[in-house]
């Protein structure tokens, strides 16, 4: 890249070129050089937003699980909506369908990279903390709107649809088709529904 010509967002740049080399490479392939390179610019630009390589791929997850946390009023507003089922098959599918998955990934492979996160990360995986959370919300709004049962265990039931759906997703070889994501969760979640959905 030429001396003197300005990149719009440069750390955006760069997150959004390491997300295509996780999801075409794997985290194995994620280098400050490749990262680089597919961003198009020099390397030192990496090194002049960040410390290090893990410095970036932690602000990488942090960016990342924000935008989970921003899908939050959207999954809400179809509360009492549509169908339990399909609302929530919808909500796993905008948070795995992305780069997520690859993302979980990445925290288990490199072993700094977690030990960084968890200076202000305690609990649990980044992403998947965000999801389990955002799945809980609106299933306590449905449930206070009756549609699932007042003792159904909220907690359980957001882990189990964010674990069942990490694992539908994992396979980035096959997007799975809403009807695969709607089974997984009505088999979840059918015990806690008020009335089975007709879809």
Request: net charge negative; glycine share 10%; with cysteine.
């Amino acid at each position: 890249m030429p001396t003197g010509v300005a990149i719009r967002d440069p750390r955006q740049q760069l997150f959004a070129a390491a997300e295509r080399i996780l999801l075409r490479d794997g985290p194995s392939a994620l280098t400050s050089r490749g990262v680089t390179a597919e961003a198009g610019c020099a390397k030192g630009v990496l090194h002049r937003h960040f410390t290090d390589f893990d410095d970036f791929l932690a602000e990488l997850v942090l960016d990342r699980a924000a935008r989970i946390e921003g899908q939050v009023p959207a999954l809400r507003a179809t509360a009492g909506t549509g169908t339990v089922v399909g609302n929530l098959g919808v909500g796993l599918t905008a948070i795995f369908e992305t780069v997520a998955v690859a993302v979980v990934s990445l925290v288990t492979f490199r072993d700094e990279l977690r030990a960084r996160l968890r200076q202000t990360w305690p609990r649990g995986v980044p992403l998947l903390s965000e999801a389990t959370a955002m799945i809980a919300t609106y299933l306590e709004d449905e449930r206070g709107r009756g549609r699932l049962t007042a003792d159904a265990d909220i907690d359980a039931l957001a882990h189990t649809l964010i674990g069942s759906g990490h694992l539908l997703f994992a396979d980035r070889t096959h997007t799975p088709t809403p009807e695969e994501v709607n089974g997984i969760v009505a088999s979840v979640v059918a015990g806690a529904l008020t009335s089975m959905p007709t879809r």
